[in-house]
């Protein structure tokens, strides 16, 4: 029903920052709650950071707090990850995702029910 697209990814040094972007359409998206998530190779993906529609409430991993910011734009459809001071075990594939369930469960990787392809992150040492 809603298409997601990432963008933003590349190469960074230690210490760098970058500022991912999703793109949505298909679908009203102040309904949906968005988040972010990461997988590097051989692991799990992880939560990183969720915005509820509205945009009042935010939700981060607690091993990332005080490193990004996750915001959204209703108008235009998108959300974004501002992600500083990074470091090499930040490097994977960043996923955006979008919930379109009432009950809230931000965190957990199968509540979301849509999914962009990624965005590839490095951090070099």
């Known amino acids: 029903q809603v298409q997601l697209v990432e963008s933003g990814g590349g190469l960074v040094q230690t210490g760098g920052s970058l500022r991912l972007s999703c793109a949505a359409s298909?679908?009203?998206?102040?309904?949906?709650?968005m988040g972010w998530f990461r997988q590097a190779p051989g692991k799990e993906r992880e939560f990183v950071a969720a915005?509820?529609?509205?945009?009042?409430?935010?939700y981060y991993a607690d091993s990332l707090k005080g490193r990004l910011s996750i915001s959204r734009d209703n108008a235009k459809n998108t959300v974004r990850l501002q992600m500083n001071s990074l470091k090499p075990e930040d490097t994977a594939v960043y996923y955006c995702?979008?919930?379109?369930?009432?009950?809230?469960?931000?965190?957990?990787?199968?509540?979301?029910?849509?999914w962009g392809q990624g965005t590839q992150v490095t951090v070099s040492s």
């Open positions: 915005i509820t529609g509205s945009g009042y409430g935010t």
């Open positions: 298909g679908g009203t998206f102040s309904r949906y709650v």
């Open positions: 995702a979008a919930a379109s369930w009432s009950e809230l469960n931000v965190r957990n990787t199968n509540w979301y029910n849509f």
